[in-house]
């Protein structure tokens, strides 16, 4: 009897056939996001990292996941988009047509969610210290237990692909898998996205109690009223001084002297008018943060991204959040969804 193997591919010409697929899939659409791998580690953040290893642990998983582990290192994943709780890929195998996979993970439980805010309580002072998993290892520990926090097990997690393989997971769909822990390298914020997690929740707790220490140590009476000094050691962030109506900025006009003028002659009047010269405006003043951030965020209809807000300014991360969470505040506008931000005045 004679048995047929398919033919060994070397990794460098599946690398080459990848390399050539996504050319041809980027001319068509521009849009497309591959997960490229630099390095040894396919993952190298605590999210990224911890994403994988949750993955790992299960038995559900642990025999058949290893498996995708070549292709999304030698860029097989060929476009990979996150939504709320699901992600769609495409993934180059031995066909000439790139494999479809979708991956549908059910969101954070209400219990579990309430339970993760109260460990959280008092223990983020920003946004940027969240994302950046700078946090004690006690309360990593909390976030990452098994089946009872952040990361979905995998009755959580359903998936299905285009190719002809009837493995419960073939390669295409653990390559899928280990490329979302790639691409929360770059986003840590995508995590709560895809798992229909507010964020905020977490670290808004933690502002309010500061904020609330702040006042008892200062003596005042409301909670609503925090300096700017104070909410800039809370956030460790530039904030930007908004009233009411917008930016507030120190007048230029200066009070002129009251000063008695002696009366004049009609001819020295005739002169002075002829040579009096035309007074120069002064420049307009240039919008400050503030305003170029808020005029962006009204001017889009469906609203903008923080990766698009970042493009237009110039800001770094850290200075956008903290003049999105002020405008927040002032309800100028509001977060329809994680990560996209529109003007409270057209929702």
């Not at 580690?41 to 290893?53: E, R």
């Not at 995708?68 to 000439?96: H, P």
């Not at 300096?227 to 917008?246: A, P, R």
Request: contains cysteine.
């Amino acid at each position: 009897m004679r048995w047929d193997f398919p033919r060994y591919v070397p990794v460098g010409e599946k690398k080459e056939k990848a390399v050539r697929k996504l050319k041809e899939l980027q001319k068509k659409n521009p849009n497309i996001k591959p997960v490229m791998i630099h390095g040894s580690a396919i993952a190298k953040t605590w999210w990224g990292k911890s994403w994988n290893q949750n993955l790992e642990r299960y038995a559900d998983y642990s025999n058949r996941i290893g498996r995708g582990r070549s292709y999304v290192r030698y860029g097989a994943v060929l476009d990979l988009q996150i939504g709320a709780g699901e992600v769609n890929s495409l993934v180059q195998g031995t066909a000439s047509k790139p494999y479809s996979v979708t991956v549908k993970i059910k969101s954070i439980e209400k219990g579990t969610w309430k339970t993760i805010k109260a460990a959280c309580l008092g223990k983020f002072d920003s946004l940027p210290e969240l994302l950046e998993g700078k946090f004690p290892k006690s309360l990593g520990e909390i976030l990452f237990a098994k089946d009872q926090g952040l990361f979905p097990s995998p009755k959580a997690i359903e998936f299905s692909c285009s190719c002809p393989d009837w493995a419960y997971m073939c390669k295409h769909v653990a390559a899928t898998l280990y490329g979302i822990g790639a691409r929360l390298d770059e986003d840590p914020l995508l995590f709560f996205k895809l798992r229909k997690a507010n964020v905020n929740d977490l670290i808004s707790e933690s502002v309010e109690d500061k904020a609330r220490d702040l006042l008892q140590k200062a003596g005042r009476k409301s909670s609503r009223v925090i300096e700017e000094t104070d909410l800039t050691k809370i956030f460790d962030i530039e904030m930007e001084d908004y009233s009411e109506t917008g930016p507030v900025r120190p007048s230029r006009r200066r009070e002129e002297p009251v000063r008695k003028k002696a009366a004049k002659t009609s001819t020295v009047m005739k002169k002075e008018a002829r040579e009096r010269k035309p007074v120069k405006e002064e420049p307009a003043l240039k919008p400050s943060a503030a305003e170029r951030v808020e005029s962006i965020i009204q001017k889009s209809r469906k609203g903008v991204t923080m990766e698009t807000l970042m493009k237009k300014t110039g800001f770094d991360e850290r200075k956008i959040y903290g003049i999105v969470y002020r405008l927040r505040k002032k309800e100028r506008i509001i977060m329809p969804e994680i990560g996209i931000y529109k003007s409270s005045e057209k929702s």
